[in-house]
């Protein structure tokens, strides 16, 4: 049997990647203590390793493909493919960043501020980048965890990844600078991509992904509306294509069916309403498929 050796994020990402998984149609169930999860898919052989060694196991042929983010894979600077890119984080679908802080009452206020200082992250290659690109010379430091403690006494500033800032604030830190944006995508080894089966079978995984991800900020709606009254409702609504309406039995109503995002339904159903639609029924979905 042919066979996909996949590559999961363990840490961080784990959950969310799992979910995502599920949502886009594989179960996938993970002992406590085990490395390889169970996937209901016998064409993939799935395996969790951190995020930080995801490239540099694909380059090496031991994994086929695997999701992580462009952090790890460009601190790496493995030559790999990318087949989609997939956005989310932890706890949203917004993108995590990997930014330059500082102590709050320390006097740096730029990153030419940091001239010949100490500089602690686990991002070290791309940290390295990031000053020489900018002429600053900076000692930057490899840093085991618990990095946002380390300044001032250990490090004079931090290059670390943040998604919504509580960590940093927390720690008396404010930061000076992006360094980076984190997008995760799903690579694979240029082998293992001109392999005709596997090729496909990551296409497929990718589009079913892709679509997980692009249903989570949407959701259906259907409802009843008089012929008269169409016009006025599809003013209000803004969908993927042109909404679908299918005559009902009675020659004077319609059906109709259209996908929205999700943070304007809470407007838009009163405003249906009042338009003349009844019958209104809010769904979710697992894919959209563009």
């Given at each position: 049997?042919?066979?996909?050796?996949?590559?999961?994020?363990?840490?961080?990402?784990?959950?969310?990647?799992?979910?995502?998984?599920?949502?886009?149609?594989?179960?996938?169930?993970?002992?406590?203590?085990?490395?390889?999860?169970?996937?209901?898919?016998?064409?993939?052989?799935?395996?969790?390793?951190?995020?930080?060694?995801?490239?540099?196991?694909?380059?090496?042929?031991?994994?086929?493909?695997?999701?992580?983010?462009?952090?790890?894979?460009?601190?790496?600077?493995?030559?790999?493919?990318?087949?989609?890119?997939?956005?989310?984080?932890?706890?949203?679908?917004?993108?995590?960043?990997?930014?330059?802080?500082?102590?709050?009452?320390?006097?740096?206020?730029?990153?030419?501020?940091?001239?010949?200082?100490?500089?602690?992250?686990?991002?070290?290659?791309?940290?390295?980048?990031?000053?020489?690109?900018?002429?600053?010379?900076?000692?930057?430091?490899?840093?085991?965890?618990?990095?946002?403690?380390?300044?001032?006494?250990?490090?004079?500033?931090?290059?670390?990844?943040?998604?919504?800032?509580?960590?940093?604030r927390a720690n008396n830190l404010r930061v000076i600078e992006t360094v980076l944006e984190v997008k995760n995508h799903l690579l694979a080894n240029p082998m293992a991509w001109a392999d005709p089966w596997k090729r496909q079978k990551l296409e497929n995984i990718a589009l079913l992904l892709v679509g997980a991800l692009a249903a989570e900020e949407k959701v259906g709606l259907k409802m009843n509306v008089p012929r008269a009254k169409v016009p006025d409702v599809l003013a209000i609504l803004t969908a993927l294509r042109r909404p679908t309406v299918s005559p009902l039995s009675d020659p004077e109503w319609v059906a109709l069916e259209t996908v929205i995002d999700e943070r304007t339904v809470r407007d838009i159903i009163p405003a249906l309403k009042r338009a003349g639609a009844e019958g209104i029924v809010e769904y979710s979905l697992n894919k959209v498929v563009y």
């Open positions: 049997m042919n066979r996909l050796r996949l590559a999961l994020p363990k840490g961080s990402l784990q959950e969310q990647t799992i979910r995502l998984f599920k949502k886009a149609g594989y179960e996938v169930t993970v002992s406590e203590r085990s490395y390889y999860p169970r996937i209901d898919d016998p064409e993939i052989e799935a395996m969790l390793i951190r995020a930080q060694e995801v490239p540099r196991y694909i380059e090496e042929g031991g994994r086929d493909a695997g999701i992580t983010g462009n952090d790890w894979l460009l601190d790496s600077g493995a030559d790999l493919v990318k087949v989609a890119d997939l956005i989310y984080s932890k706890q949203t679908l917004n993108p995590c960043r990997w930014v330059l802080a500082v102590p709050n009452d320390s006097p740096f206020q730029r990153p030419e501020d940091l001239e010949g200082k100490r500089i602690a992250t686990e991002l070290v290659n791309m940290t390295r980048h990031y000053f020489q690109a900018r002429g600053i010379r900076v000692e930057v430091q490899f840093s085991w965890g618990a990095t946002e403690v380390k300044p001032p006494v250990l490090a004079d500033a931090i290059v670390e990844i943040t998604e919504t800032g509580s960590s940093l």
